[in-house]
């Protein structure tokens, strides 16, 4: 889940929004430009398939399918894997990210490590720059793509939170 603080000033409100990640089909790799003839056809988490992406949606909507991942540890780096699935988030282009069948050799689906009892951002493991976002203030159907860190800590939306099990 996407976090927020009471400061955060998104979509000229101060209001708390629960913006989850939701598989999504998309007709090709889309971030900050748009989203690409992107549809919702996913009625929950276990509907993901291999090249979906994922865009934001209300948590506590009517979402369909809030994705729940899981974290598969590593010396140096994580990889995170749809839940009850083989698919993994997997960086596909310096911007893009899909979900590809999990690969431990696979640097593409290595990501920095991260304490899922605070806040955190996702970082791709080989890219300092690079944080997972969308490109500003976060609105439901906006695709998550690897963007810069900059831009996403200017609009507060770098760190996320985990959620629960």
Not at 105 to 110: K, T
Not at 132 to 139: A, D, G, K, N
Not at 148 to 158: I, P, Q, R, S
Request: aromatic share 12%; charged share 25%; glycine share 8%.
């Amino acid at each position: 889940m996407m976090h927020w603080e009471r400061e955060y000033f998104w979509q000229e409100e101060y209001t708390e929004r629960a913006w989850c990640m939701e598989c999504v089909k998309c007709e090709e790799l889309s971030g900050a430009e748009g989203n690409s003839g992107c549809r919702d056809s996913n009625s929950n988490s276990f509907d993901c398939a291999s090249e979906d992406q994922l865009w934001l949606q209300d948590c506590g909507g009517p979402a369909k399918g809030t994705a729940v991942f899981t974290i598969v540890r590593y010396d140096s780096s994580d990889q995170i894997r749809v839940q009850g699935s083989d698919l993994c988030l997997t960086l596909v282009h310096p911007r893009f990210i899909n979900l590809q069948p999990c690969d431990e050799a696979d640097m593409l689906q290595r990501w920095r490590g991260f304490d899922r009892n605070q806040s955190f951002d996702l970082r791709p493991a080989q890219d300092n720059n690079g944080c997972l976002s969308q490109s500003h203030q976060p609105r439901a159907g906006e695709i998550i793509f690897n963007g810069g860190c900059v831009l996403a800590y200017k609009w507060n939306t770098a760190f996320w939170d985990a959620i629960p099990a």
